[in-house]
């Protein structure tokens, strides 16, 4: 089989990661260079901060990765305010948009010479801020054009979208030969709000990294679950995507039957101070504990030590936590409005708004055991099959579909 | 000479609503779905009495009038019969035709399609009886022949309706027990001495029951005329042949358009054209014939799944749960004298609630989720739980008010065991007051204390 190449432009990696978006294009590109893929992966460089080696380090053992790098402001879930903040404080050398839209076309405007400088088959572009560099490269090269749908507008915004960024996705949407989305939820949403043909779209659902998940760790809140207090997790940023608000109604809801209940807040964004008041409000200070942002070790220590993994999301277009719990052995329910409870069986589904059932299957899971058992054991089977490998070979076949 | 023999397991289980935490404690009423969803018991029990019942029971009533040599044998639920009385008379009535003819034989099972003999064999016993009353009141018969929820089997139970009196017992005829024996006779269990146990022809019985519309089968379409050969060819070395399936299977499970009434109707014909073939009931099968050797059920059978155990019910840790958490009530249910917890705790014990938990299958979504009316064995056992715990709460409650009725009692008995007191003599309330003064100080000042 012959050797593709990509032009990628994709996001950050973990350990620099705030979110799924930077997990999932390491865990595919690192599973589509196993794949008789080799990419040039193109990432976005903040002129400080940004640890150069770390990239070599991480890939020393994959030669079939090459990285070229950007220089812009830009990253995932960045907002326009974020970004104007961000100009401020960026050294004045350095040439940047005067706001993030700006910025964006000028990333666009430089992922041509890339185009030009780089030898490749097919261009693959990740979440709407490289969409204008995918469309850019594609007029250098005349090479097709994938773009991968991690989150849309809508899912981010609750449904009240940012009309400038909405733009921009429709644009690169339609321009694109083909279209990525990370779940059948997110592939309804792009059929259904930015009118592409059902056909245009085709479902690869996001995987795991499992050898990562069985690293044995200390155990973490010991003093806490010695005491016989349940711990109900939330990991997720604090935005309006993520429905915290509902999951704080829903350990109030839950307390009146559990009182022994500790819950977990991981995370932080735009809603944490309104978070922090909506749980004093209640009466929940003691009873809700807000763990900040958290990953890696510790966040598989959390995952751990929990007795539910929950995921409120308002709309989710995969929820990439859900599996990492669930490789932690820790059960879970997830929304319904999520891309994961597709691939899943053995996971308690809520509708998020729906807080009285979502409180009786936490209530259910806290005080039995052979349900609790039930679902860690057999989600964990579940999840084994959700891998990188099976979506690198998935995106593998979309590039030669369109090559042939 | 082969006969045939025809056994139809009627049943409908009382499937729990969606029953959440919040209802523990204000609604007791765990079985009254009315919405329009698979879990509205009354809304199951008149589809498939459309569907299969009465249009079935209309079919053998009339196939009785046509060939003299015909006969079936049914084995009902009480819960069922129950549903029947409440739901549907007529359905029920056109049953107890179908016995009048005196070619329908009943046999008997527990009322609540439980697996009570696994856990309680006072529970099963008590079921047992309840049931042979229940068919003995609406059909007028006393069962002769037992046949176990879901064909659960082994020796002991074989050994226990033995001491029941029963003549026979059915059993699925699983190929890791018969070995290289033929289920087309009958057999016995190694510690029983007069009960003779009758074997499922699984291959044809299941040819009828799941085959019979899958154009995928090689033998597709099958024709009354084919399979009467294919029992034809038993005539020499086997006796009876037992064709064990749901009543369902006509027109509920195979649905009308897939012609199975048809093939029914066409069958006991075929059948009689083979001068050897005959047809009888499990009672005149086990007077008939001799039992030629040992059948040895040391572990569990059932007719569930390509496993034939007890996985389809009991094996993942919430349906073990579930059942070890209702049988541990058993003797305050009991002792409760309650009708109402009597029987809701009864109802429980039915089967089909654990078989709606089961994950065996779940992923690959073959029958146990085409039977389910729960989209999850997960939501199926959340219910389940929380019906338990509203039943505790009940338990609990009839308790206290029993103890309290008691104290009342007492109160009654001493007043009137003070009145008839004589008095007492002063030197003695002297004393009694002393005392119950320092006891007051005392319990004062550990309350100061603390």
């Known amino acids: 089989m012959k050797n593709i190449r990509v032009l990628m432009f994709g996001w950050e990696f973990p350990p620099h990661n705030s979110g ?118 594609r007029r250098v090269s005349g090479k097709p054009l994938i773009v991968h749908v991690h989150a849309t507008e ?58 990562e998940h069985r690293k044995a760790l200390p155990q973490a809140l010991t003093h806490i679950r010695a005491k016989g207090k349940k711990i109900v997790l939330f990991v997720g940023r604090l935005t309006i995507q993520k429905g915290p608000d509902y999951f704080v109604r829903v350990a109030k809801r839950v307390l009146e039957f559990e009182p022994n209940t500790l819950f977990v807040i991981s995370g932080s964004g735009d809603m944490e101070h309104q978070i922090i008041r909506q749980a ?46 669930l490789a932690n052995g820790t059960p879970i329910l997830v929304s319904k409005q999520s891309g994961v409870s597709e691939v899943l069986t053995h996971a308690l589904k809520s509708d998020f708004w729906d807080i009285d059932d979502m409180a009786d299957k936490i209530v259910n899971v806290l005080e039995s055991k052979g349900l609790h058992e039930t679902l860690a054991e057999l989600g964990a089977k579940d999840v084994e099959h959700v891998t990188w490998e099976s979506a690198a070979g998935k995106c593998a076949d979309i590039y030669r579909n369109h090559l042939a | 000479m082969a006969s045939i023999c025809f056994y139809f397991q009627v049943h409908q289980p009382y499937r729990i609503k969606k029953y ?75 049953f107890q035709k179908l016995v009048k003819t005196g070619r329908v034989e009943v046999l008997d099972e527990t009322y609540y399609h439980s697996l009570a003999f696994l856990y309680s064999k006072k529970e099963f016993v008590r079921q047992v009886e309840l049931h042979r009353a229940k068919v003995k009141k609406l059909f007028g018969v006393t069962p002769k022949v037992f046949r176990n929820t879901e064909l659960v089997y082994n020796n002991e139970l074989a050994k226990f309706a033995e001491g029941m009196g029963y003549q026979a017992i059915l059993a699925e005829g699983a190929d890791h027990i018969l070995g290289w024996k033929s289920p087309n006779f009958l057999y016995r269990a190694p510690n029983a001495r007069k009960i003779k146990t009758l074997l499922k022809n699984y291959r044809l019985s299941d040819d009828i029951a799941f085959r019979f519309s899958s154009k995928s089968w090689s033998e597709w379409p099958l024709t009354a005329e084919k399979f009467a050969r294919w029992i034809d060819a038993v005539n020499g070395n086997g006796q009876v042949v037992n064709l064990f399936m ?177 008095p007492v003599k002063p030197t003695k309330r002297k004393m009694i007051k002393k005392v119950s003064k320092k006891k007051v100080a005392k319990t004062k000042s550990k309350k100061r204390h603390a």
Not at chain 1, 286 to 314: N, P
Not at chain 2, 64 to 72: D, G, R, S, T, V
Request: glycine share 6%; charged share 30%; hydrophobic share 35%.
């Open chain 1, 20 to 137: 799924g978006l930077g997990t999932a294009c390491y865990g595919l590109s690192k599973s589509l260079s196993r794949a008789n893929v080799s990419v040039i992966f193109v990432l976005p460089k903040k002129l400080d901060g940004f640890d150069h080696d770390f990239l070599k380090i991480i890939f020393a053992n994959i030669r079939n990765i090459k990285f070229r790098e950007m220089q812009t402001l830009i990253h995932p879930y960045i907002t326009p305010d974020v970004y104007d903040e961000y100009l401020r404080t960026a050294p004045e050398h350095e040439l940047y948009g005067l706001n993030l839209f700006d910025e964006v076309r000028r990333y666009g405007l430089q992922a041509r010479n890339i185009a030009r400088e780089e030898a490749h088959d097919v261009i693959h572009a990740h979440d709407w801020l490289s969409f204008r560099a995918g469309i850019e490269a």
């Open chain 1, 154 to 211: 809508f899912d981010r915004t609750g449904g009240h979208p940012n009309q400038y960024i909405y733009d921009e996705e429709r644009r690169g949407l339609h321009a694109a030969d083909c279209i990525v989305a990370v779940s059948q939820h997110t592939k309804n949403v792009i059929v259904e709000h930015y009118g592409i043909r059902q056909h245009k779209v085709v479902v690869v659902h996001n995987g795991i990294d499992h050898a």
């Open chain 1, 280 to 325: 004093a409000d209640l009466g929940l200070g003691e009873q809700i504990v807000f763990a900040g942002f958290v990953r890696d070790e510790e966040l598989m220590k959390l995952y751990r030590a929990a007795d539910l993994y929950v995921m409120t999301s308002v709309s989710e277009p995969f929820g990439l936590t859900a599996l990492e719990s």
């Open chain 2, 20 to 94: 959440r935490i919040f209802d523990v404690g204000h609604d007791h009423n765990y079985f009254n779905d009315h919405s329009d969803r698979d879990i509205n018991n009354e809304k199951i029990l008149h589809k498939v009495a459309r569907k299969c019942y009465l249009p079935a029971n209309k079919l053998l009533l009339e196939l009785l009038n046509k060939h003299p040599e015909f006969k079936i044998a049914y084995s009902f639920s009480g819960v069922f019969l129950e549903q029947l009385e409440t739901f549907s008379p007529e359905t029920l009535k056109s």
């Open chain 2, 246 to 422: 749901d009543y369902e299977t006509f027109g509920e499970h195979q649905w009308e358009d897939t012609g199975i009434f048809d093939f029914m109707r066409a069958l006991p014909g075929e059948l009689l054209k083979h001068p050897d073939n005959d047809f009888v009931t499990p009672s005149e099968a086990a007077k008939r014939y001799d039992a030629v050797g040992e059948f040895d059920a040391h572990s569990f059978i059932s007719w569930a799944d390509i496993e034939r155990d007890l996985s389809a019910w009991l094996s993942n840790s919430m349906q073990n749960e579930a059942i070890g958490n209702l049988y541990a009530l058993e003797k305050e249910v009991l002792a409760s004298k309650d009708k109402s917890i009597v029987d809701d705790w009864s109802k429980l014990q039915t089967s089909d609630h654990f078989y709606y938990m089961c994950t065996k299958w779940f992923s690959d979504g073959d029958v146990h989720k085409y039977f389910n009316p729960y989209d999850t064995p997960y939501e199926a056992f959340i219910a389940y739980n929380n019906v338990l715990h509203d039943l505790r709460y009940r338990i609990e409650a009839a308790k206290k008010k029993k103890t309290h009725a008691k104290k009342l009692r007492g109160i009654k008995k001493k007043k009137t065991a003070i009145k008839r007191q004589k």
